[in-house]
């Protein structure tokens, strides 16, 4: 059993910070690249940021300079450091991770339970 347990949602103002951070615990051989996604009220989930297990990372244009994604490989976890926060940044933030479990042969892809960020104008 694998799980990804998120964390460090809540309200903030518009111009405001939060930090997220995930944690994947369970029969874990390794892990890939891990990332935030987010869905809106009414819209698909999208890729906020990513980042591989050598620390390349990658951002959604609409978050790049605000946010930060980054990721402890010895303890499992990723964090997305969010600042100069918007109305637009509000959505349900999950965390996803590629990883082999123990005894597996090919690696899957794991989600979080989601964290809600609402940023108030």
């Known amino acids: 059993q694998v799980q990804l347990v998120e964390s460090g949602g809540g309200l903030v103002q518009a111009g405001g910070s939060l930090r997220l951070s995930c944690a994947a615990s369970g029969s874990i051989f390794s892990i890939n690249a891990m990332a935030w996604y987010r869905q809106a009220p009414g819209k698909q989930r999208e890729l906020v940021a990513g980042?591989?297990?050598?620390?390349?990372?990658n951002y959604a244009n609409s978050v790049k300079g605000r946010f930060t994604i980054s990721r402890d490989n010895a303890k499992n976890t990723v964090n997305l450091q969010m600042n100069s926060l918007k109305p637009e940044d509000t959505a349900i933030y999950y965390c996803?991770?590629?990883?082999?479990?123990?005894?597996?042969?090919?690696?899957?892809?794991?989600w979080g339970q989601g964290t809600q960020v609402t940023v108030s104008s």
């Open positions: 980042i591989t297990s050598g620390g390349t990372t």
């Open positions: 996803a991770a590629g990883l082999k479990t123990s005894g597996s042969s090919s690696p899957k892809n794991y």
